[in-house]
Every structure is written in C-alpha cells, then in structure tokens.
C-alpha cells in the first residue's frame, strides 16, 4: 500500500495496521507531547514532528527522520535512491519555485514557515532549509542582526540588495559587470562580422544593379519589337496587302499570344502581365549573376540575422544599464542567450 502524506488520514493508518497484524487489539497515535491525533488527521500534520504510536499495552516513540539532511545530499553519498529523498527534495524545488514566483522583495519570517509547512517541510527543519538557502544565495536571511526588522524578514531578491551593497562601498555591482560583460562581447561580435557582412551587402547591389540593367534592356527591346510589329501589321494591312488578307493573320496572332499567356501562367503561377514579366525576368537574371560571382546567400542572410539579434541584444543591455541599480538584477533573464564569438569566414570564399 502506498501512503500519500497529504491524502493518507490517521483512521487510514491504524485500519492498515490492524488489517496486517491481528493480534493488535487497539491502536492509537498521539504527539510527543501526549495529545492524541483525530481520525481525519492527515499524516503530513503527523510527520511535522515526533510522535508516539500505542500498539495494545505498548508505547513506541517514532522519530521523524531529518528533512533538509536528506534533502541536501548528494545522490553519490546516498549510494541509492529512495522515494522518501525524491519527495523531500521535490518539496525544496517546488519551495524555491514558489519564492522566486512571488514577485515581493521581502517576506516575513512567519510567512516562509507558514510556506515550509504547505510543502511538507516539518517546522523543526524548515529552518535549516531557510539556512541553506541564505547560503546557496536564493535568499538572504540576517537571524542573528542587531536590526529587529532584519531578523524578522527574508530578502527574496539577494542578487538586487548584493547590487546596492556593492554600490554603496563604491564597487561595481555584479549584475552591471555581467550586462557589460555582454555589450563588450556583443560589440567584437559585431565588429567581427559587420565587414564580412558590409562586403555581401555592397556585392549583392552590384549584382542587383547589373540584373536591373539587363532587365532593362530586354524590357526596352520587347517594347520596341511590340511597335515594330503594330507598324509592320499596318503597313501590310493598309498599304503592301489590304484588310482582307491580314483579319486571319491578326487573328491567329492574337489567339497565339493568348496560348502564349497561358503556358507563362502553367509554368510560373503568374498572371500574364507585364510587371510580372518584368520580375520574372529580373530574378532570373540575378540568380545567375549571383552563380556566377559565386555569391553565399545563405552565409549573407546567416549573417543579416545574426546582426539583427546581436544589435538588438546591446540595446537591451544599453537600456538595461541605464535603470537603477537594483532594478538590473531583475533582467538577469536576458543573459540567458550567450554570445558567441565567430571566427570570420576567409576572404577566399568571397568572388567579386
């Protein structure tokens, strides 16, 4: 049978303990301290401290194994893994987690026992735990100031008051040297990568200017063949031949371009237009331009986004620095994406 501690009463334990051995004529659970548990009494409220179990004619003390010593060790020193270290260590994490979603700067001291104890955590041991995160840094607790507020608060947010600290004793606060850290890094980054990225870009237009130029020209010639055949069609119609040998000839070429139109439409999905003839024409032409100059566009948009997300990192950081010194540690999230430093790719690869 498996035991919830939030779930599993006190009626629950002594009905299993009787189911099991039959000699038992009566059981009973009380505290320490004498004072009996009521049925409906969960075993979490049982485990907060020691207690005494009442087999028959024969008191048998139980000790609430220690929470925060098996919480805190290490798996290698355990030599096994049990479900009662996983739960307590489950109980840390999600402690922890309620903290840090808090949002406040300070609690009470009665305020995070009072949340020990929604977790599990027996109130004995809830202070170890809140020692070993003053510790670790995840909250800073001053029990033994001279300040009465200090001994009565937990400060939720260490790495903001570490900030102040330092500032005030004229250091630099660790949250501004990581932020600098990261403009520094970013600026490299960019000065690494802008001339590779500078030389793509000014190679790029002048392929682009080179496709325009052709484009141009086949646009100019299609025009001019267009009034070269309206001039030829009226020459023959009304002066070399008459109207009535001409109407089948204008017809079939009409209906001609009309086939033409279609088959531009089943192979390029366009509408037979001329501005969409004009971009056919102007991309392909740029593509072997850019075959032909061996241009990298993947290395060019690589580089376009790295330059985006690089620029935008430092003005985050830039902005980040300009606020108050408490308030930066509370963006510390944004360091989250590293910055790394790309060799340059050789000028070998690059073909003007």
Partial sequence: ?????????????????EAEDKSVQSVAIRSARGEPFEPEDTLQKVLTDDFELLLNDQVLPVRVPVFTGCAYQSLADDGNLDIRSVVQKAAIVMLRSDLEGLGKWTI??????????????????????????HQSGIVFYFGKSDDEDMTHSVFLQPRSILDSYLESIGLSPLSSQLFQQQREALLAKIQI??????????LRREL????????????YGLSTSLVGVFGLYFWLSFIHFSWDIMEPVTYFTGFGVSIIGYA????????????NIYDYVYTRRLRKQMAKSNFNQERYDALTEELRQ?????????LVLGKST?????????????CERKPPIPSSTLAY
């Fill in 1 to 17: 049978m498996v035991l919830s501690a939030s779930e599993t009463t006190v009626a629950d334990i002594i009905a299993q303990i």
């Fill in 108 to 133: 009470s001291y009665p305020e995070f026992m009072h949340m020990c104890q929604e977790r599990g955590i027996p109130k004995k041991q809830a202070f170890e735990v809140l020692q070993a995160f």
């Fill in 193 to 202: 990568l802008e001339p590779e990225h500078v030389a793509l870009i000014n």
């Fill in 208 to 219: 682009e200017l080179t496709a325009t130029r052709q484009a141009n020209i086949i646009a």
């Fill in 264 to 275: 531009w439409w089943s192979i390029t999905n366009r509408e037979y237009e001329y501005e």
């Fill in 310 to 318: 690089a620029r935008e990192q430092l003005a985050q950081a830039d």
């Fill in 326 to 338: 408490p308030l930066q540690a509370t963006y510390l999230h944004l360091l989250d994406v590293k």
